[in-house]
Protein backbone atom coordinates (compact mmCIF):
# COMPACT_ATOMS: atom_id res chain seq x y z
CA UNK A 1 0.00 0.00 0.00
CA UNK A 2 2.87 2.58 0.90
CA UNK A 3 5.07 1.85 -2.02
CA UNK A 4 2.10 1.81 -4.33
CA UNK A 5 1.01 5.75 -2.84
CA UNK A 6 4.54 6.53 -2.94
CA UNK A 7 5.14 5.56 -6.28
CA UNK A 8 1.52 7.18 -7.57
CA UNK A 9 2.40 10.43 -5.60
CA UNK A 10 5.93 10.98 -7.40
CA UNK A 11 4.50 10.10 -10.82
CA UNK A 12 2.06 12.57 -10.72
CA UNK A 13 4.20 15.30 -8.75
CA UNK A 14 7.44 14.58 -11.23
CA UNK A 15 5.97 14.08 -14.39
CA UNK A 16 3.59 16.90 -13.96
CA UNK A 17 5.98 19.37 -14.85
CA UNK A 18 5.97 21.04 -11.23
CA UNK A 19 9.23 21.91 -9.93
CA UNK A 20 11.52 18.83 -9.05
CA UNK A 21 11.81 19.86 -5.27
CA UNK A 22 8.10 20.75 -4.75
CA UNK A 23 7.15 18.02 -6.26
CA UNK A 24 9.38 15.51 -4.35
CA UNK A 25 8.67 17.84 -1.21
CA UNK A 26 4.76 17.56 -1.72
CA UNK A 27 5.06 14.00 -2.22
CA UNK A 28 6.88 13.48 1.16
CA UNK A 29 4.61 15.68 3.37
CA UNK A 30 1.13 14.02 1.97
CA UNK A 31 3.35 10.49 3.07
CA UNK A 32 4.02 12.09 6.54
CA UNK A 33 0.40 13.68 6.49
CA UNK A 34 -1.52 10.46 5.42
CA UNK A 35 0.85 7.64 6.86
CA UNK A 36 2.66 9.07 9.33
CA UNK A 37 -0.12 10.64 11.72
CA UNK A 38 0.16 14.08 10.43
CA UNK A 39 4.00 14.79 11.12
CA UNK A 40 4.32 17.32 8.52
CA UNK A 41 6.15 19.08 10.66
CA UNK A 42 9.08 16.70 11.02
CA UNK A 43 10.22 17.19 7.32
CA UNK A 44 10.61 21.08 7.51
CA UNK A 45 12.36 20.68 11.05
CA UNK A 46 14.54 18.30 8.92
CA UNK A 47 15.17 20.43 6.55
CA UNK A 48 16.14 23.26 9.23
CA UNK A 49 18.55 20.08 10.51
CA UNK A 50 19.92 19.55 7.36
CA UNK A 51 20.32 23.15 5.86
CA UNK A 52 22.45 24.14 9.05
CA UNK A 53 24.67 20.98 8.22
CA UNK A 54 28.31 23.06 8.52
CA UNK A 55 29.94 20.32 5.89
CA UNK A 56 27.36 21.26 3.29
CA UNK A 57 28.36 24.73 3.45
CA UNK A 58 30.96 23.73 1.30
CA UNK A 59 28.40 23.14 -1.60
CA UNK A 60 27.97 27.41 -2.34
CA UNK A 61 31.37 27.79 -1.64
CA UNK A 62 32.69 25.13 -4.58
CA UNK A 63 29.92 26.71 -6.88
CA UNK A 64 31.52 30.06 -6.23
CA UNK A 65 34.71 28.52 -6.89
CA UNK A 66 33.63 27.62 -10.79
CA UNK A 67 32.35 30.73 -11.40
CA UNK A 68 35.36 33.21 -10.20
CA UNK A 69 37.31 30.77 -12.48
CA UNK A 70 35.24 31.46 -15.36
CA UNK A 71 34.66 34.93 -14.59
CA UNK A 72 38.06 35.55 -14.27
CA UNK A 73 38.93 33.88 -17.63
CA UNK A 74 41.76 31.60 -16.07
CA UNK A 75 39.52 28.37 -17.34
CA UNK A 76 40.39 29.67 -21.01
CA UNK A 77 43.97 29.92 -19.98
CA UNK A 78 44.26 26.28 -18.78
CA UNK A 79 42.66 25.11 -21.98
CA UNK A 80 44.79 27.49 -24.39
CA UNK A 81 48.02 25.91 -22.08
CA UNK A 82 46.95 22.42 -22.22
CA UNK A 83 45.88 22.53 -26.68
CA UNK A 84 49.74 22.13 -28.30
CA UNK A 85 50.68 19.17 -25.59
CA UNK A 86 47.24 16.97 -27.05
CA UNK A 87 47.07 18.39 -30.80
CA UNK A 88 50.01 15.82 -31.26
CA UNK A 89 47.74 12.75 -30.94
CA UNK A 90 45.06 12.16 -33.45
CA UNK A 91 42.01 12.81 -31.44
CA UNK A 92 43.85 16.15 -30.59
CA UNK A 93 41.82 19.06 -28.78
CA UNK A 94 39.05 16.27 -27.86
CA UNK A 95 41.61 14.99 -25.62
CA UNK A 96 42.44 18.71 -24.22
CA UNK A 97 38.75 18.40 -23.62
CA UNK A 98 38.84 15.56 -21.05
CA UNK A 99 41.99 16.47 -19.64
CA UNK A 100 40.84 19.38 -18.92
CA UNK A 101 37.73 18.60 -17.39
CA UNK A 102 40.15 16.30 -15.16
CA UNK A 103 42.26 19.70 -13.88
CA UNK A 104 38.82 21.43 -13.57
CA UNK A 105 37.19 18.51 -11.37
CA UNK A 106 40.50 18.53 -9.09
CA UNK A 107 39.10 22.34 -7.96
CA UNK A 108 35.20 21.84 -8.99
CA UNK A 109 33.14 19.38 -6.88
CA UNK A 110 30.57 19.60 -9.52
CA UNK A 111 29.77 17.96 -12.85
CA UNK A 112 27.75 20.45 -14.35
CA UNK A 113 29.95 23.59 -13.29
CA UNK A 114 32.94 21.66 -15.14
CA UNK A 115 31.14 20.88 -18.34
CA UNK A 116 29.83 24.76 -18.55
CA UNK A 117 33.22 25.95 -17.65
CA UNK A 118 35.45 23.97 -19.88
CA UNK A 119 32.22 23.55 -22.55
CA UNK A 120 31.88 27.53 -22.41
CA UNK A 121 35.48 27.57 -24.15
CA UNK A 122 36.09 24.29 -25.98
CA UNK A 123 32.88 24.41 -27.86
CA UNK A 124 33.10 28.00 -30.06
CA UNK A 125 37.02 26.86 -30.60
CA UNK A 126 36.52 23.61 -32.04
CA UNK A 127 33.55 23.83 -33.97
CA UNK A 128 35.32 26.48 -35.28
CA UNK A 129 38.51 24.17 -36.56
CA UNK A 130 35.75 22.36 -37.56
CA UNK A 131 35.45 18.84 -35.14
CA UNK A 132 32.20 17.28 -35.22
CA UNK A 133 29.53 19.30 -33.09
CA UNK A 134 28.06 15.51 -31.50
CA UNK A 135 31.49 14.95 -30.53
CA UNK A 136 32.87 17.39 -28.74
CA UNK A 137 29.26 17.78 -27.02
CA UNK A 138 29.98 13.99 -26.22
CA UNK A 139 33.47 14.53 -25.01
CA UNK A 140 32.02 17.35 -22.68
CA UNK A 141 29.30 15.58 -21.62
CA UNK A 142 31.99 12.86 -20.47
CA UNK A 143 34.51 14.58 -18.66
CA UNK A 144 32.34 17.01 -17.55
CA UNK A 145 31.15 13.58 -15.10
CA UNK A 146 34.90 13.73 -13.79
CA UNK A 147 34.05 16.86 -11.59
CA UNK A 148 31.57 14.59 -9.60
CA UNK A 149 34.47 11.88 -9.11
CA UNK A 150 38.13 13.35 -8.78
CA UNK A 151 37.89 15.45 -5.42
CA UNK A 152 36.50 17.76 -4.31
CA UNK A 153 33.23 16.42 -5.14
CA UNK A 154 29.64 17.50 -4.01
CA UNK A 155 28.23 14.14 -4.69
CA UNK A 156 30.69 12.62 -2.35
CA UNK A 157 30.26 15.24 0.32
CA UNK A 158 26.95 14.99 0.38
CA UNK A 159 26.93 10.96 0.70
CA UNK A 160 29.23 11.43 3.21
CA UNK A 161 27.29 13.70 5.43
CA UNK A 162 24.05 11.78 4.88
CA UNK A 163 25.98 8.36 5.71
CA UNK A 164 28.15 9.90 8.27
CA UNK A 165 31.27 8.57 6.35
CA UNK A 166 34.76 9.93 6.52
CA UNK A 167 34.50 12.60 3.71
CA UNK A 168 38.30 12.92 3.70
CA UNK A 169 38.59 8.93 3.05
CA UNK A 170 36.07 9.51 0.37
CA UNK A 171 37.73 12.13 -1.57
CA UNK A 172 40.72 10.11 -1.10
CA UNK A 173 38.46 7.30 -2.98
CA UNK A 174 37.46 9.44 -6.09
CA UNK A 175 40.85 9.91 -6.92
CA UNK A 176 42.41 6.73 -8.73
CA UNK A 177 38.82 5.96 -10.04
CA UNK A 178 38.43 9.43 -11.24
CA UNK A 179 42.06 8.87 -13.13
CA UNK A 180 41.15 5.80 -14.56
CA UNK A 181 37.98 7.09 -16.15
CA UNK A 182 39.46 10.08 -17.87
CA UNK A 183 42.03 7.23 -19.00
CA UNK A 184 39.21 4.89 -20.36
CA UNK A 185 37.93 8.51 -22.12
CA UNK A 186 41.27 9.10 -24.03
CA UNK A 187 41.59 5.79 -25.06
CA UNK A 188 38.14 5.71 -26.55
CA UNK A 189 38.71 8.85 -28.15
CA UNK A 190 42.07 7.92 -29.55
CA UNK A 191 40.90 4.67 -30.82
CA UNK A 192 37.82 6.08 -31.90
CA UNK A 193 39.48 8.72 -34.08
CA UNK A 194 42.30 6.51 -35.50
CA UNK A 195 38.88 4.56 -37.07
CA UNK A 196 37.03 7.75 -38.50
CA UNK A 197 39.53 10.05 -39.01
CA UNK A 198 37.09 12.98 -41.00
CA UNK A 199 35.74 13.00 -37.42
CA UNK A 200 38.04 15.58 -36.41
CA UNK A 201 40.24 17.65 -38.45
CA UNK A 202 43.95 17.47 -37.99
CA UNK A 203 46.14 20.06 -35.84
CA UNK A 204 49.05 21.30 -36.46
CA UNK A 205 52.03 20.40 -34.17
CA UNK A 206 54.28 22.63 -32.49
CA UNK A 207 57.67 21.77 -31.65
CA UNK A 208 58.37 20.21 -28.28
CA UNK A 209 60.14 23.27 -26.82
CA UNK A 210 56.87 25.35 -27.45
CA UNK A 211 54.71 23.16 -26.39
CA UNK A 212 56.11 22.68 -23.30
CA UNK A 213 56.43 26.33 -23.13
CA UNK A 214 52.97 26.55 -23.18
CA UNK A 215 52.39 24.26 -20.38
CA UNK A 216 53.79 27.16 -17.93
CA UNK A 217 50.16 28.79 -18.09
CA UNK A 218 48.56 25.46 -16.62
CA UNK A 219 50.55 27.32 -13.15
CA UNK A 220 47.21 28.79 -11.95
CA UNK A 221 45.02 26.03 -11.71
CA UNK A 222 47.81 24.34 -10.18
CA UNK A 223 48.04 26.64 -7.67
CA UNK A 224 44.51 26.40 -6.91
CA UNK A 225 44.17 22.50 -6.95
CA UNK A 226 47.55 22.83 -4.17
CA UNK A 227 45.19 25.19 -2.07
CA UNK A 228 42.20 23.27 -2.37
CA UNK A 229 43.30 19.15 -2.12
CA UNK A 230 46.66 20.55 -0.47
CA UNK A 231 45.10 22.33 2.58
CA UNK A 232 42.12 19.55 2.66
CA UNK A 233 44.43 16.16 2.74
CA UNK A 234 47.55 18.07 4.34
CA UNK A 235 44.66 17.63 7.21
CA UNK A 236 45.24 21.85 7.82
CA UNK A 237 41.40 22.78 6.51
CA UNK A 238 38.16 20.90 6.40
CA UNK A 239 36.04 20.34 2.83
CA UNK A 240 34.69 23.80 3.66
CA UNK A 241 37.50 25.47 4.59
CA UNK A 242 39.43 24.11 1.75
CA UNK A 243 36.99 25.33 -0.57
CA UNK A 244 36.93 29.23 1.03
CA UNK A 245 40.72 28.79 0.34
CA UNK A 246 40.70 27.94 -2.59
CA UNK A 247 37.96 31.09 -3.24
CA UNK A 248 40.39 33.53 -1.94
CA UNK A 249 43.05 31.64 -3.89
CA UNK A 250 40.81 31.87 -7.11
CA UNK A 251 39.57 35.62 -6.52
CA UNK A 252 43.35 36.82 -5.74
CA UNK A 253 44.52 35.35 -9.04
CA UNK A 254 41.06 36.85 -10.62
CA UNK A 255 41.99 40.03 -10.10
CA UNK A 256 45.83 39.92 -10.60
CA UNK A 257 47.00 37.81 -13.70
CA UNK A 258 42.67 37.34 -15.28
CA UNK A 259 40.24 39.43 -15.74
CA UNK A 260 38.33 39.48 -12.65
CA UNK A 261 36.82 43.41 -11.48
CA UNK A 262 35.22 44.03 -8.64
CA UNK A 263 31.47 44.28 -10.47
CA UNK A 264 32.39 40.64 -12.07
CA UNK A 265 32.82 39.69 -8.32
CA UNK A 266 29.23 40.74 -7.43
CA UNK A 267 27.65 39.56 -10.41
CA UNK A 268 29.27 36.06 -9.63
CA UNK A 269 28.51 36.27 -5.53
CA UNK A 270 24.81 36.38 -6.95
CA UNK A 271 24.61 34.07 -10.06
CA UNK A 272 26.58 31.32 -7.32
CA UNK A 273 23.98 31.87 -5.17
CA UNK A 274 21.56 31.76 -6.97
CA UNK A 275 23.03 28.14 -8.84
CA UNK A 276 23.18 27.08 -5.03
CA UNK A 277 19.59 27.81 -4.58
CA UNK A 278 18.56 25.89 -7.60
CA UNK A 279 20.14 23.12 -6.21
CA UNK A 280 18.80 23.48 -2.80
CA UNK A 281 15.56 23.60 -3.54
CA UNK A 282 15.77 20.25 -5.03
CA UNK A 283 17.95 19.15 -1.68
CA UNK A 284 15.40 20.35 0.25
CA UNK A 285 12.22 18.47 -1.32
CA UNK A 286 14.54 15.31 -1.42
CA UNK A 287 14.83 15.64 2.15
CA UNK A 288 11.37 15.99 3.37
CA UNK A 289 10.82 12.69 0.95
CA UNK A 290 13.79 10.33 2.54
CA UNK A 291 12.13 12.03 5.93
CA UNK A 292 9.08 10.36 5.40
CA UNK A 293 11.20 7.17 3.82
CA UNK A 294 12.62 6.99 7.34
CA UNK A 295 9.74 7.67 9.51
CA UNK A 296 7.74 4.81 8.19
CA UNK A 297 10.57 3.03 8.54
CA UNK A 298 10.43 1.71 4.56
CA UNK A 299 14.15 0.91 4.83
CA UNK A 300 13.70 -1.46 7.40
CA UNK A 301 10.90 -3.09 6.17
CA UNK A 302 12.87 -3.42 2.50
CA UNK A 303 15.60 -4.67 4.17
CA UNK A 304 13.86 -7.67 5.89
CA UNK A 305 12.05 -8.46 2.49
CA UNK A 306 15.54 -8.71 0.84
CA UNK A 307 16.64 -10.76 3.39
CA UNK A 308 13.47 -13.22 3.13
CA UNK A 309 14.16 -13.38 -0.55
CA UNK A 310 17.96 -14.59 -0.07
CA UNK A 311 19.51 -12.67 -2.90
CA UNK A 312 23.32 -12.76 -3.34
CA UNK A 313 24.94 -9.18 -2.52
CA UNK A 314 26.75 -8.83 -6.03
CA UNK A 315 22.60 -10.16 -7.43
CA UNK A 316 22.05 -7.14 -4.66
CA UNK A 317 24.02 -4.54 -6.41
CA UNK A 318 22.96 -5.24 -10.07
CA UNK A 319 19.53 -4.55 -8.75
CA UNK A 320 20.32 -1.50 -7.18
CA UNK A 321 22.56 -0.26 -10.05
CA UNK A 322 19.50 -1.22 -12.75
CA UNK A 323 17.43 1.03 -10.34
CA UNK A 324 19.53 3.98 -10.06
CA UNK A 325 19.76 3.61 -13.90
CA UNK A 326 15.56 4.22 -14.61
CA UNK A 327 16.01 6.52 -11.70
CA UNK A 328 18.76 8.75 -13.80
CA UNK A 329 16.67 8.85 -16.85
CA UNK A 330 13.82 11.12 -14.83
CA UNK A 331 15.63 12.44 -11.42
CA UNK A 332 18.79 14.77 -11.23
CA UNK A 333 21.78 13.04 -9.49
CA UNK A 334 21.15 14.96 -5.79
CA UNK A 335 18.14 13.81 -5.25
CA UNK A 336 18.34 10.83 -6.09
CA UNK A 337 21.09 10.31 -3.70
CA UNK A 338 18.98 11.98 -1.30
CA UNK A 339 15.91 9.93 -1.49
CA UNK A 340 17.71 6.49 -2.20
CA UNK A 341 20.49 6.42 0.51
CA UNK A 342 18.53 5.55 3.32
CA UNK A 343 17.55 2.63 1.45
CA UNK A 344 21.01 2.05 -0.44
CA UNK A 345 22.89 2.58 2.25
CA UNK A 346 21.80 0.52 4.76
CA UNK A 347 20.95 -2.59 2.38
CA UNK A 348 24.14 -3.02 0.51
CA UNK A 349 26.77 -1.71 3.70
CA UNK A 350 24.80 -4.65 5.71
CA UNK A 351 25.45 -7.19 2.58
CA UNK A 352 28.82 -6.57 3.54
CA UNK A 353 30.20 -3.94 0.87
CA UNK A 354 32.55 -0.90 1.77
CA UNK A 355 30.67 2.41 2.72
CA UNK A 356 33.88 4.08 1.16
CA UNK A 357 33.83 2.30 -2.02
CA UNK A 358 29.84 2.45 -1.87
CA UNK A 359 30.56 6.23 -1.82
CA UNK A 360 32.62 5.76 -5.31
CA UNK A 361 30.34 3.95 -7.00
CA UNK A 362 26.75 5.62 -6.20
CA UNK A 363 28.42 8.65 -7.11
CA UNK A 364 29.49 6.92 -10.57
CA UNK A 365 26.07 6.26 -10.83
CA UNK A 366 24.99 9.66 -10.36
CA UNK A 367 27.43 10.57 -13.22
CA UNK A 368 25.72 7.80 -15.48
CA UNK A 369 22.40 9.49 -14.86
CA UNK A 370 24.23 13.18 -16.04
CA UNK A 371 24.39 11.56 -19.40
CA UNK A 372 21.06 9.76 -19.51
CA UNK A 373 18.34 11.24 -21.49
CA UNK A 374 15.67 12.71 -20.70
CA UNK A 375 17.01 14.50 -17.77
CA UNK A 376 20.13 14.12 -18.25
CA UNK A 377 21.37 17.20 -16.80
CA UNK A 378 25.22 17.92 -18.50
CA UNK A 379 23.48 17.59 -22.03
CA UNK A 380 20.99 19.71 -20.64
CA UNK A 381 23.73 22.31 -19.81
CA UNK A 382 25.78 21.47 -22.53
CA UNK A 383 22.67 21.69 -25.58
CA UNK A 384 22.01 25.47 -24.09
CA UNK A 385 25.46 26.38 -23.99
CA UNK A 386 25.72 25.45 -28.26
CA UNK A 387 22.39 27.82 -28.68
CA UNK A 388 21.11 24.41 -29.72
CA UNK A 389 23.15 23.88 -32.67
CA UNK A 390 23.18 20.53 -31.14
CA UNK A 391 19.78 18.66 -30.27
CA UNK A 392 19.32 16.65 -27.04
CA UNK A 393 19.18 13.59 -29.09
CA UNK A 394 22.28 14.43 -30.55
CA UNK A 395 23.96 15.26 -27.67
CA UNK A 396 22.95 12.14 -26.10
CA UNK A 397 23.82 9.94 -29.27
CA UNK A 398 27.44 11.80 -28.68
CA UNK A 399 28.11 11.01 -24.71
CA UNK A 400 26.84 7.29 -25.08
CA UNK A 401 30.26 6.04 -25.55
CA UNK A 402 31.12 8.05 -21.94
CA UNK A 403 27.57 6.56 -20.57
CA UNK A 404 28.78 2.41 -21.51
CA UNK A 405 32.31 3.50 -19.83
CA UNK A 406 31.37 4.59 -16.88
CA UNK A 407 29.47 1.35 -16.52
CA UNK A 408 32.59 -0.42 -17.72
CA UNK A 409 34.47 1.43 -15.15
CA UNK A 410 31.62 0.39 -12.53
CA UNK A 411 32.36 -3.18 -13.59
CA UNK A 412 36.26 -2.67 -12.96
CA UNK A 413 35.35 -1.36 -9.69
CA UNK A 414 33.59 -4.11 -8.48
CA UNK A 415 36.02 -6.58 -9.89
CA UNK A 416 38.76 -4.58 -8.20
CA UNK A 417 37.16 -2.52 -4.56
CA UNK A 418 40.56 -1.91 -4.21
CA UNK A 419 40.56 0.55 -7.42
CA UNK A 420 39.07 2.90 -4.44
CA UNK A 421 39.85 1.67 -1.34
CA UNK A 422 43.67 1.24 -1.72
CA UNK A 423 44.28 5.21 -1.38
CA UNK A 424 41.95 5.68 1.81
CA UNK A 425 43.52 2.29 3.08
CA UNK A 426 47.13 3.43 2.35
CA UNK A 427 46.92 7.51 4.05
CA UNK A 428 44.38 6.55 6.97
CA UNK A 429 46.41 3.71 7.97
CA UNK B 1 -1.25 45.48 -11.29
CA UNK B 2 1.86 46.23 -13.26
CA UNK B 3 2.53 47.86 -9.95
CA UNK B 4 2.54 45.03 -7.80
CA UNK B 5 4.01 43.17 -10.19
CA UNK B 6 7.22 45.68 -10.13
CA UNK B 7 6.78 45.63 -6.61
CA UNK B 8 6.51 41.70 -6.08
CA UNK B 9 9.98 41.62 -8.36
CA UNK B 10 11.57 44.36 -6.63
CA UNK B 11 11.30 42.56 -3.21
CA UNK B 12 12.22 39.47 -4.66
CA UNK B 13 15.39 41.02 -6.35
CA UNK B 14 16.38 42.73 -2.57
CA UNK B 15 15.77 39.25 -1.06
CA UNK B 16 18.07 37.86 -3.77
CA UNK B 17 20.83 40.53 -3.07
CA UNK B 18 20.36 39.97 0.90
CA UNK B 19 20.96 36.05 0.06
CA UNK B 20 23.97 37.07 -2.49
CA UNK B 21 25.39 39.06 0.87
CA UNK B 22 25.13 36.18 3.39
CA UNK B 23 26.91 34.35 0.79
CA UNK B 24 29.68 36.68 0.81
CA UNK B 25 29.41 36.25 4.56
CA UNK B 26 29.64 32.82 4.86
CA UNK B 27 33.16 33.23 2.39
CA UNK B 28 34.20 35.40 4.54
CA UNK B 29 33.43 33.63 7.94
CA UNK B 30 35.20 30.28 6.88
CA UNK B 31 38.47 31.95 5.69
CA UNK B 32 38.61 34.17 8.81
CA UNK B 33 37.99 31.09 10.45
CA UNK B 34 41.23 29.31 8.81
CA UNK B 35 43.49 32.93 9.29
CA UNK B 36 41.98 33.07 13.07
CA UNK B 37 43.38 29.48 13.93
CA UNK B 38 46.10 29.48 11.98
CA UNK B 39 46.98 33.08 12.31
CA UNK B 40 46.19 33.73 15.63
CA UNK B 41 45.72 30.47 17.54
CA UNK B 42 42.26 31.43 18.45
CA UNK B 43 39.33 29.92 16.59
CA UNK B 44 36.42 31.97 15.75
CA UNK B 45 33.65 29.35 18.09
CA UNK B 46 30.83 30.61 16.34
CA UNK B 47 31.73 29.91 12.55
CA UNK B 48 30.08 26.56 12.48
CA UNK B 49 26.88 27.69 13.47
CA UNK B 50 26.56 30.95 11.67
CA UNK B 51 27.59 29.87 8.32
CA UNK B 52 25.07 27.22 8.59
CA UNK B 53 22.45 29.42 9.07
CA UNK B 54 23.88 31.90 6.60
CA UNK B 55 23.08 29.01 3.90
CA UNK B 56 20.25 28.99 5.41
CA UNK B 57 19.04 32.14 4.95
CA UNK B 58 20.80 32.49 1.16
CA UNK B 59 19.04 29.73 0.04
CA UNK B 60 15.33 31.13 1.10
CA UNK B 61 16.36 34.07 0.25
CA UNK B 62 16.80 33.49 -3.40
CA UNK B 63 14.00 31.26 -3.41
CA UNK B 64 11.41 33.86 -4.82
CA UNK B 65 13.45 35.32 -7.72
CA UNK B 66 14.21 31.83 -8.96
CA UNK B 67 10.95 30.95 -8.81
CA UNK B 68 10.03 34.48 -10.31
CA UNK B 69 12.96 33.82 -13.32
CA UNK B 70 11.38 29.60 -13.26
CA UNK B 71 15.12 28.52 -13.32
CA UNK B 72 14.63 25.60 -11.52
CA UNK B 73 14.97 21.80 -12.26
CA UNK B 74 11.65 20.52 -13.95
CA UNK B 75 10.70 17.10 -15.08
CA UNK B 76 8.86 18.07 -18.56
CA UNK B 77 9.03 15.32 -21.07
CA UNK B 78 5.50 14.98 -20.39
CA UNK B 79 4.20 18.08 -19.96
CA UNK B 80 6.25 19.47 -22.82
CA UNK B 81 4.14 16.97 -25.43
CA UNK B 82 1.27 17.00 -23.93
CA UNK B 83 -1.67 18.56 -26.47
CA UNK B 84 -2.28 22.35 -26.30
CA UNK B 85 -5.38 21.65 -23.51
CA UNK B 86 -3.90 19.18 -21.60
CA UNK B 87 -0.89 21.24 -21.84
CA UNK B 88 -2.90 23.85 -20.09
CA UNK B 89 -4.28 21.41 -17.36
CA UNK B 90 -0.78 20.07 -16.53
CA UNK B 91 1.03 23.50 -16.21
CA UNK B 92 -1.74 24.18 -13.24
CA UNK B 93 -1.06 20.95 -11.76
CA UNK B 94 2.53 21.98 -11.92
CA UNK B 95 1.44 25.40 -10.28
CA UNK B 96 -0.35 24.27 -7.54
CA UNK B 97 1.94 21.49 -6.68
CA UNK B 98 4.49 24.47 -6.23
CA UNK B 99 2.25 26.75 -4.23
CA UNK B 100 0.90 23.53 -2.08
CA UNK B 101 4.16 22.76 -1.22
CA UNK B 102 5.46 26.21 0.22
CA UNK B 103 2.08 26.81 1.99
CA UNK B 104 2.91 23.51 3.70
CA UNK B 105 5.97 24.30 4.46
CA UNK B 106 5.74 28.03 5.45
CA UNK B 107 3.20 27.22 7.79
CA UNK B 108 5.01 24.37 9.72
CA UNK B 109 8.02 26.60 9.67
CA UNK B 110 5.82 29.57 11.29
CA UNK B 111 5.44 26.98 14.08
CA UNK B 112 8.53 25.71 14.60
CA UNK B 113 9.75 29.77 14.12
CA UNK B 114 7.26 31.04 16.63
CA UNK B 115 8.07 27.45 19.19
CA UNK B 116 11.96 29.14 18.46
CA UNK B 117 11.00 32.75 19.49
CA UNK B 118 8.81 32.30 22.59
CA UNK B 119 11.35 29.74 24.07
CA UNK B 120 13.99 31.95 22.93
CA UNK B 121 16.12 28.99 21.37
CA UNK B 122 19.73 29.54 21.22
CA UNK B 123 22.47 27.75 18.98
CA UNK B 124 23.89 24.97 21.27
CA UNK B 125 27.69 26.08 20.90
CA UNK B 126 27.89 29.90 20.30
CA UNK B 127 24.78 30.62 21.33
CA UNK B 128 23.13 32.56 18.49
CA UNK B 129 19.69 33.54 19.04
CA UNK B 130 18.14 31.11 16.08
CA UNK B 131 14.27 32.83 15.86
CA UNK B 132 15.40 35.71 13.70
CA UNK B 133 16.69 33.24 11.10
CA UNK B 134 13.75 30.92 11.02
CA UNK B 135 11.29 33.91 11.00
CA UNK B 136 12.94 35.60 7.62
CA UNK B 137 13.15 32.06 6.29
CA UNK B 138 9.39 30.91 7.12
CA UNK B 139 8.70 34.59 5.75
CA UNK B 140 10.52 34.06 2.66
CA UNK B 141 9.35 31.20 2.12
CA UNK B 142 5.78 32.43 2.60
CA UNK B 143 6.62 34.97 -0.10
CA UNK B 144 8.16 32.23 -2.42
CA UNK B 145 4.75 30.88 -2.13
CA UNK B 146 3.08 34.35 -3.46
CA UNK B 147 5.60 34.73 -6.21
CA UNK B 148 5.05 30.93 -7.34
CA UNK B 149 1.19 31.87 -7.49
CA UNK B 150 1.74 34.92 -9.07
CA UNK B 151 3.55 33.38 -12.24
CA UNK B 152 0.43 31.19 -12.64
CA UNK B 153 -2.05 34.05 -12.62
CA UNK B 154 -0.51 37.31 -13.38
CA UNK B 155 -1.51 37.97 -17.46
CA UNK B 156 1.03 37.44 -19.60
CA UNK B 157 3.66 39.82 -20.39
CA UNK B 158 2.89 42.21 -23.75
CA UNK B 159 4.31 40.62 -26.53
CA UNK B 160 7.51 42.62 -27.00
CA UNK B 161 8.32 42.20 -23.57
CA UNK B 162 8.61 38.54 -24.32
CA UNK B 163 10.81 38.93 -27.40
CA UNK B 164 8.31 38.59 -29.77
CA UNK B 165 7.49 41.12 -32.42
CA UNK B 166 5.15 43.52 -32.56
Known sequence: ??????????????????????????????????????????????????????????????????????????????????????????????????????????????????????????????????????????????GGTLGLLIP??????????????????????????????????????????????????????????????????????LFLILAVLGSLFAGIATPTESAAVGVAAAVMLGFTIGDLTPRKLLETFLSSARTFTVVAFVFLGAVILAQSISLLQLPQKLLAEVAGAGLSP???????????????????????????????????????????????????????????????????????????????????????????????????????????????????? | MRLAEKGLVALAQGLALAGAVALAGLFALVLAAVVMRYGWGKPLALTEELSGLLMTAAVFALLPQTILKDVHIRVSIFSERAPEKAAVFVRLLGSLILVAFLAIFAREAWEIADFTRRLNLMSEHARLPLAPFLIFSTLAVGFAGLCGAWRQLSPPPPPDARGGHP
Not at chain 1, 79 to 102: D, E, K, M, Q, W
Not at chain 1, 359 to 366: A, E, K, S
Not at chain 1, 384 to 408: D, H
Open chain 1, 1 to 142: MIWSALGGLLGVTVLSGAMLGAALGLSGFAILHVFGGGATRLGVQAVFNVLGEFTLTAIPLFILLGDVLVASGLASGVYRALSPLFARLAGGLLHTNIAVCTVFGAVSGSSMSVSAAVGSVAYPELTRRGYRRARVVGSLAG
Open chain 1, 152 to 221: PSLSLLIYGALTDTSIGKLFLAGVVPGLMMALLFMIYIEVSVRRETSAVPTEPRLPWGETLLALRDVWPI
Open chain 1, 314 to 429: YLMLGVVILIYLLLGMIFDGLSMMVMTLPVVFPLLTGLGFDPIWLGVVVTIMIEVGMLTPPVGMNLFVLVGLTNREVTLGEAAVGALPYWILLLVGLLLLTIAPGIATWLPALSFA
